[in-house]
């Protein structure tokens, strides 16, 4: 059964950098049919697509974080990355990991498997 | 952006009821869209992909239809356990978005 954790500081202090790391276990972060994703959820609120990587380092970012936003992946570790730079309350949230999976059938992309989620908060 | 609109935002029902969510694409998705489960506290858990297929595992009663811009998650038969939040998610073009969520209270 695949298994995704997130780690990292609970705390993190404005205008400097938030970090996160995926550890997958259960499979390979190699294998050629899966992105690995981070999806964020701020307290109360709904649901915000971060950004994918392909285990060759392949990025797909949300063009309203991209500028702040940089993931990547440690193949030998089976492990992914987040950092956000300059954080702001803004950024305080519930950070997700995610597996994105495709259906060859169906042609459909979605999340199949998630982290727990760890919250980050954004204060002095 | 690809807009994607939920309604209604909240819902009350009892168990046993059929009940009906809908989501509104700001554009023609064709049939990728997701429909996630959020228990509270909890991560997002999958139920339906490609507008109509489900997940292993996830019980009959949830269903998927629609496309283009369009789409319904029905729940057939309310039980205890489908007390949740439920988002959709457009997988047609980058960035994903997710809908602003439905809350399915106990009435």
């Known amino acids: 059964q695949l298994h995704l954790q997130e780690s990292g500081p609970g705390l993190v202090k404005p205008s400097e950098t938030l970090s996160l790391t995926c550890t997958v276990s259960g499979g390979s972060i190699s294998s050629n049919n899966y992105y690995w994703g981070w999806i964020r959820q701020p307290p109360g609120k709904g649901l915000e697509w971060i950004g994918n990587i392909y285990y060759s380092g392949t990025t797909y970012y949300n063009p309203s974080l991209k500028s702040r936003v940089t993931i990547s992946v440690d193949t030998s570790k089976n492990q992914f990355s987040l950092k956000v730079y300059s954080v702001t309350a803004a950024d305080t949230a519930v950070y997700y990991c995610?597996?994105?999976?495709?259906?060859?059938?169906?042609?459909?992309?979605?999340?199949?498997?998630w982290g727990q989620g760890t919250l980050v908060t954004v204060s002095s | 952006d690809i807009q994607m609109t939920q309604s209604p935002s909240s819902l009350s029902a009892s168990v046993g009821d059929r009940v009906t969510i809908t989501c509104r694409a700001s554009?023609?998705?064709?049939?990728?869209l997701n429909w996630y489960q959020q228990q509270p506290g909890k991560a997002p858990k999958l139920l339906i992909y490609?507008?109509?297929t489900l997940q292993s595992g996830v019980p009959s009663r949830f269903s998927g239809s629609g496309s283009g811009t369009d789409f319904t998650l029905t729940i057939s038969s309310l039980q205890p356990e489908d007390f949740a939040t439920y988002y959709c998610?457009?997988?047609?073009?980058?960035?994903?978005?997710f809908g602003q969520g439905t809350k399915l209270e106990i009435k």
């Open positions: 554009q023609s998705i064709s049939s990728y």
């Open positions: 490609g507008a109509s």
């Open positions: 998610q457009q997988s047609y073009d980058t960035p994903r978005t």
């Open positions: 995610a597996r994105r999976d495709y259906d060859s059938l169906t042609r459909a992309y979605f999340f199949d498997y």
